[in-house]
């Protein structure tokens, strides 16, 4: 079991920047979890954001971030981080962290999940 939680989200004007932290506690180094995040916004379902593997070495995103989001995981601190760069109001969201044992895009894939940090953008 793993403890997961989000910071880091407010309200940006659009083309600004946020970095989200997900601190996580677990009985053991989440560097044996994948670590991934997900958004969920109003209306619409939960939707695979990046994920990133325990070693830090491989990373996939959702083809609507690339370019503009970067995940990053400090296994020493116990941490994930994404940054996020030229915010667009479609990013309005919930973010969510997870941690499992696979690396995938669904949501099946992670068994772990924290309680999501608000992100809003204002045009």
């Known amino acids: 079991q793993v403890l997961l939680v989000e910071s880091g989200g407010g309200l940006v004007q659009a083309g600004g920047s946020l970095r989200l932290s997900c601190a996580a506690s677990?009985?053991?180094?989440?560097?044996?979890?994948?670590m991934g995040w997900f958004r969920q916004a109003p209306g619409k379902e939960r939707a695979f954001v990046a994920a990133?593997?325990?070693?830090?070495?491989?990373?996939m995103y959702a083809d609507s971030v690339k370019g503009r989001f970067t995940i990053s995981r400090d296994n020493v601190k116990n941490t994930v981080y994404l940054q996020i760069n030229n915010l667009k109001p479609e990013d309005t969201a919930v973010y969510y962290c997870?941690?499992?044992?696979?690396?995938?895009?669904?949501?099946?894939?992670?068994?772990?999940w924290g309680q999501g940090t608000q992100v809003t953008v204002s045009s």
């Open positions: 997870a941690a499992g044992p696979n690396f995938a895009r669904s949501i099946q894939g992670y068994a772990n």
């Open positions: 990133i593997t325990g070693n830090g070495r491989t990373t």
């Open positions: 677990a009985g053991r180094t989440i560097g044996t979890y994948v």
